[in-house]
C-alpha cells in the first residue's frame, strides 16, 4: 500500500536540525508523498518547514507535495543543502535553503503556476529534469540585494501542458530592488514542447526564452546556451 512521510512546520519535529538526513522511498515516487509546509492555516513564510534548518537533506523516490500548491514564500527555509533524484515535485515552493539544491531525473507536475521560485538557494542544477507546467518553469526572483544566484539546466525538457491565457517564457528573471541582484542561467541540451511565451529582454533560440524583468543590465543576467555566451 502507499506510506506517507509527513513533516510539520516549526511547530513540528525539530530533531533533524543540524544534520545530515535522507528520505528514500521504497519504491516509486508515486509510492510514497513527503508532506512539507503542512499547516495550510499559515499564509506566506508563516506556513513553511523549519525542521530542516542547517541541515544537508536529500531525497530520492518520493513525491514532494504542499497541499496549498501554490501559496507564496512558503518552502524548506533555511536548509543548507538541497537534493532530489527521481523525485515528482508537486507544488510551486518558493524556499530551497540557502545552499545548493539538486534535481535529478525528478518530474514537474502542473500546478497551474509555475513549476518552482528560485526565491532562496543559491546554486540549482537540474540534470535530466521534466517541467510539465501551463506557464512558465522557473521564477527566478528576489527581494533581496547584491545576490548571485545560479541556475543549471542540463538535458531538461520544458513542456507546456493545459495551456492557458497565463503562459509565460520557461524562465522568468526579477526582483525589488532593480539591478542588484545578478543571475547566472546556463541551458544545456534542453528540449522545449509547446509554444511558450515570447520574453522580452533575452532571447534564445527560437523557442528558448527568459523573461527579463526589471530592465536588467546585460551584466546581471547573464545567459549560456550550450556553453556559449548570448548578447
Given amino acids: 500500500g502507499n506510506s506517507s512521510i509527513m513533516f510539520l512546520h516549526a511547530n ?3 530533531k533533524f536540525k543540524g544534520s545530515d538526513v535522507s528520505f528514500v522511498g521504497s ?13 495550510i492555516g499559515q499564509t506566506g513564510e508563516g506556513g513553511s518547514d523549519y525542521s530542516l534548518e542547517n541541515s544537508k537533506v536529500s531525497f530520492e523516490n ?3 507535495s504542499d497541499k496549498v500548491k501554490n501559496g507564496d514564500f512558503r518552502g ?3 536548509a543548507q543543502s538541497l537534493s532530489f533524484t527521481n523525485c515528482i515535485i508537486s507544488g510551486r515552493e518558493s524556499y530551497w535553503g540557502v545552499g545548493d539544491v539538486y534535481f535529478k531525473d525528478c518530474v514537474f507536475e502542473d500546478t ?3 513549476n518552482m ?4 538557494g543559491k546554486n540549482f ?5 521534466t517541467f510539465k507546467t501551463s506557464k512558465g518553469a522557473v521564477n527566478a526572483y528576489k527581494t533581496e540585494k547584491n545576490e548571485t544566484t545560479e541556475l543549471t539546466f542540463n538535458n531538461c525538457t520544458f513542456e507546456l501542458v493545459n495551456v492557458s491565457s497565463s503562459k509565460k517564457p520557461i524562465i522568468q528573471i526579477g526582483e525589488d530592488n532593480s539591478d542588484t541582484n545578478t543571475f547566472v542561467i546556463r541551458l544545456n541540451h534542453i528540449q522545449v514542447n509547446g509554444a511558450f511565451a515570447n520574453g522580452t529582454g533575452t532571447y534564445i533560440g527560437t523557442d528558448h526564452y527568459v523573461l527579463n524583468k526589471n530592465n536588467k543590465s546585460a551584466d546581471h543576467c ?3 546556451v550550450d556553453g556559449v555566451l548570448q548578447a
Fill in 27 to 39: 519504491g516509486s515516487p508515486e509510492e510514497t508523498t513527503f508532506n512539507i509546509c503542512s499547516n
Fill in 125 to 129: 542544477v537540474f540534470n535530466h529534469c
Fill in 117 to 120: 521560485w528560485a526565491y532562496s
Fill in 62 to 64: 518520493v513525491t514532494i
Fill in 76 to 78: 524548506i527555509v533555511r
Fill in 112 to 114: 497551474g503556476d509555475w
Fill in 12 to 14: 513540528g519535529s525539530t
Fill in 222 to 224: 547573464v545567459v549560456y
